[in-house]
Structure formats: C-alpha cells, structure tokens
C-alpha cells in the first residue's frame, strides 16, 4: 500500500507534454489536419499547446485567454511551397474594453489576447481591412493584447484602417492600430514584437499604454502614409507610464506634399513618439524617414536616445523634446543620432522654431540632459537647446545655425536667410 501510494504521488508530480494540433482549410493538401477552423482548434486547446496553421485563408476572429502558440506553416499546394496564412475576418465585432486605451472606448481586433501570459503570434498574416467600422464607437488593432505577456514575431499586420474616426476632443488618438498593447491591471506585462511587417493602418504601427507594460518593439518595418491619412500617425507610440525599448526598426511615414506648413502639422506624422512613459525607455538604431517629426518626446525620465537615423523631415524637427506631458523630460541621453535633411529652412523655420536636427522647448520640465556626437547636416540649425541641458559634442553641416540658444529667442528664431 505505502509502495502504490507512492507511485500515485509521484506520476501526479510529472508534468503532461504540450500537444499541437494543426489547422488546416479542406482541399489545401495540408496532411493530418485535425481542425479546419482556428477557433475551434484554440478552444480545445489547453495552456502551453502549439496551433499549427497551414496555408489558407480563414475568415476568422480569435479571442486567446490562455498560453497558446499560433504558428504559421509551409505546405505544398498543387506541386508548389505556401508560406502564407492569411487571417481575415469578414467584419468586426467583439468588443473588449480597455480602460487603458486612450479614449477609453472598446477594442476590436483580429486577434484579441486577453488576461493571458505566454502567448506567441507568428508567421501570419493578419488583415483588418473587411472591419467596416464607422466612426469612433470601436476602435480597430490587427492584434491587442490587454493585461497579456508574450511574443509577436515574424507577422505582416495589415488593413487597421478607419478613416472615419479622426481625433476629435473626445477620441484624441483615433482608431486604427497595427497592434495595440495595454493594461490596467495592478501587475507587470512583458510584449516582443519583431521582425513584423505592419502597414496601411490610419493611426499607429505600434501602440503601447499603461503602467507595468514593458514592450519592445524591434526589427520591424513599419509603413505609415503621413498627412494623407487625415489624422495624426505615429509609426510607434508609448505612453503613460509603459516602458519601451524601440530598436533597428525602419519607420516610414509621409511628407507634406501640397499642404501648408501649418495644415501639414495639423495632420502630422511622427516616426516615434513617447509621451509620459515610464523610467528607462529607450530608442536606438532605428531609421525613420519621411515623416513632420522623427522623434517627439513629450515626458520621460533616464531616458536613452541613441543612434538612430533621421532622414526627410519636413515642417517640424528630426528630436523634438518637451517635458510637458509628464512635467519632465530628465536625466535623459540623447546621443550619436544622424540626422538629414529637416526643412524646408523658410521664414516658417524661424517664426514657428521648426526646421532643426534636435530642438528643446524651455519653461516646459526639461532639465538635466545631455545632447552629445549627434551629426545634423542640411537643416536650419542643428540643436536649440535650453540651458538647462548639457550639449556636449556634435557635428553640424550645411546648417544655416549650428547651435542655437533657445532661451535667447522665445518667441522667433532668427531669420532663415543667408547673412
């Protein structure tokens, strides 16, 4: 008896394996499929399974709220290999909420990942075009994770478009994301998202929120379309109180085009954008171009702005830094950033205090840091800097002013004009 009691004690103590099941459509040649739906097979499933996907186009709309991997698959289909899984649904209609969200209006996704910690998304192709949302009652992700830990890699998301809800006072941020991450659980959440793929959305590539998420968000390409999209776009946005590390993606947006300088800026796009994040976030070696601002930082606190490539920015500036958001921006680096040509160096460079490589905004929290071996050639000038802050080092080319001394000009710059 004491020998069996034994047994039965220590089989209970070993772990069971992870199964996968495999999804695949009928008549693609995807052997051995057991399910034909996703839903279906993510339903069975139990914690810590894989979700094999062959090929195929599956008018789907997932909600995951356990650890689960989903993975894309090659198969041969009529004598040739298909890497493509397509996940598009025919509308939109869950709904979370997410006290989070900027608006605080419900979210509604292809893939929902809610409450859930261990959750792996790749090799898929995610399309949110067919949402057919109007205005600003949902507001519209390729892929949400809310309160929920894991990996996205290795995806194309797409089609997160609603151009039908603009910013207004109520919906500041619009709708529209590639992938949105948030939380307001009193816990701490960890999100990698690379090496995606993540276009035609209408408000951000990437957007992260709340306090105790920590993202980062790296080797990705991220393609916007700038004024053109009729609201502000952000190609990566992290704000109150999210932490994130923003490496070796290559950002694109949009350039004004025919608009005026100060229409473009009322519809501007931003490479990265950080407003009231939490200690230690960071950017570095990423490449953004074409956009009215490379880098907007609006409150943050340590820091790290490094190495990144800025190139084409017109109406704004390639670093724009402010403390306003949080009533800070300190104990900052911002350092061997390469910056290219900000302009156009007009009469709205030097009225508006635009046009240059990296500017700071005196009288809004912005104390303590150091700028340092950044290089600006063909802009307006190359830092206006607060004398709060240390500028170091840098090499300035073919800019009309190399540095320029904020505090000294409060209400214009001086004139954008050869001497």
Same mark, same amino acid.
């Given at each position: 008896?004491?020998?069996?009691?034994?047994?039965?004690? +220590?089989?209970?103590? !070993?772990?069971?394996?992870?199964?996968?099941?495999?999804?695949?459509?009928?008549?693609?040649?995807?052997?051995?499929?057991?399910?034909?739906? !996703?839903?279906?097979?993510?339903?069975?499933?139990?914690?810590?399974?894989?979700?094999?996907?062959?090929?195929?186009?599956?008018?789907?709309?997932?909600?995951?709220?356990?650890?689960?991997?989903?993975?894309?698959?090659?198969?041969?289909?009529?004598? #040739?290999?298909?890497?493509?899984?397509?996940? #598009?649904?025919?509308?939109?209609?869950?709904?979370?909420?997410?006290?989070?969200?900027?608006?605080?209006?419900?979210?509604?996704?292809?893939?929902?990942?809610?409450?859930?910690?261990?959750?792996? !998304?790749?090799?898929?192709?995610?399309?949110?075009?067919?949402?057919?949302?109007?205005?600003?009652?949902?507001?519209?992700?390729?892929?949400?994770?809310?309160?929920?830990?894991?990996?996205?890699?290795?995806?194309?998301? +797409?089609?997160?478009?609603?151009?039908?809800?603009?910013?207004?006072?109520?919906?500041?941020?619009?709708?529209?994301?590639?992938? $949105?991450?948030?939380?307001?659980?009193?816990?701490?959440?960890?999100?990698?998202?690379?090496?995606?793929?993540?276009?035609?959305?209408?408000?951000?590539?990437?957007?992260?929120?709340?306090?105790?998420?920590?993202?980062?968000?790296?080797?990705?390409?991220?393609?916007?379309?700038?004024?053109?999209?009729?609201?502000?776009?952000?190609?990566?946005?992290?704000?109150?109180?999210?932490?994130?590390?923003?490496?070796?993606?290559?950002?694109? $947006?949009?350039?004004?085009?025919?608009?005026?300088?100060?229409?473009?800026?009322?519809?501007?796009? $931003?490479?990265?954008?950080?407003?009231?994040?939490?200690?230690?976030?960071?950017?570095?070696?990423?490449?953004?171009?074409?956009?009215?601002?490379?880098?907007?930082?609006?409150?943050?606190?340590?820091?790290?702005?490094?190495?990144?490539? !800025?190139?084409?920015?017109?109406?704004?500036?390639?670093?724009?830094?402010?403390?306003?958001?949080?009533?800070?921006?300190?104990?900052?680096?911002?350092?061997?950033?390469?910056?290219?040509?900000?302009?156009?160096?007009?009469?709205?460079?030097?009225?508006?205090?635009?046009?240059?490589?990296?500017?700071?905004?005196?009288?809004?929290?912005?104390?303590?840091?150091?700028?340092?071996?950044?290089?600006?050639?063909?802009?307006?000038?190359?830092?206006?800097?607060?004398?709060?802050?240390?500028?170091?080092?840098?090499?300035?080319?073919?800019?009309?002013?190399?540095?320029?001394?904020?505090?000294?000009?409060?209400?214009?710059?001086?004139?954008?004009?050869?001497?």
């Amino acid at each position: 008896m004491k020998r069996l009691a034994y047994a039965v004690l +220590f089989s209970a103590a !070993i772990p069971l394996a992870a199964a996968t099941l495999k999804v695949g459509r009928p008549n693609t040649g995807c052997n051995q499929a057991q399910y034909t739906a !996703i839903g279906d097979a993510v339903k069975a499933a139990s914690a810590g399974d894989l979700i094999e996907i062959c090929p195929g186009l599956y008018q789907e709309q997932l909600t995951i709220t356990k650890p689960l991997t989903l993975a894309g698959l090659q198969t041969e289909i009529s004598g #040739q290999l298909v890497n493509r899984v397509v996940i #598009q649904p025919s509308s939109l209609a869950t709904t979370v909420v997410s006290d989070g969200a900027v608006s605080g209006a419900p979210v509604t996704a292809v893939i929902s990942v809610i409450g859930a910690n261990g959750v792996s !998304i790749q090799n898929l192709a995610i399309d949110a075009s067919q949402n057919h949302i109007n205005g600003c009652a949902l507001l519209v992700a390729g892929i949400y994770f809310h309160n929920s830990s894991g990996q996205i890699r290795n995806n194309a998301v +797409f089609g997160a478009d609603v151009p039908s809800c603009a910013p207004t006072k109520a919906v500041q941020n619009g709708s529209g994301f590639g992938i $949105e991450i948030d939380a307001d659980a009193n816990s701490t959440f960890s999100v990698l998202v690379d090496r995606n793929s993540i276009h035609d959305f209408s408000k951000e590539g990437v957007l992260v929120l709340g306090t105790g998420v920590t993202a980062t968000i790296s080797n990705n390409t991220i393609s916007g379309v700038g004024p053109s999209a009729r609201a502000f776009q952000f190609g990566v946005f992290i704000l109150n109180g999210a932490v994130g590390h923003v490496r070796n993606n290559a950002i694109t $947006e949009g350039l004004c085009g025919v608009l005026s300088a100060s229409s473009c800026l009322a519809l501007r796009s $931003e490479g990265v954008v950080l407003k009231a994040v939490g200690d230690g976030t960071t950017v570095d070696g990423n490449t953004i171009v074409n956009a009215q601002y490379g880098i907007f930082i609006n409150g943050a606190n340590l820091a790290r702005i490094a190495n990144n490539q !800025i190139r084409n920015i017109d109406a704004g500036n390639g670093i724009d830094i402010q403390g306003t958001a949080s009533g800070a921006f300190a104990n900052s680096l911002v350092a061997g950033n390469m910056i290219f040509h900000v302009g156009p160096i007009d009469q709205n460079a030097s009225l508006n205090q635009r046009g240059c490589g990296i500017e700071e905004y005196a009288g809004t929290g912005v104390s303590g840091n150091t700028i340092v071996n950044n290089t600006v050639s063909d802009a307006f000038c190359g830092v206006a800097a607060v004398e709060a802050d240390f500028v170091v080092s840098g090499t300035y080319t073919n800019t009309l002013y190399p540095l320029l001394d904020a505090d000294l000009y409060p209400i214009t710059f001086p004139p954008a004009t050869e001497p």
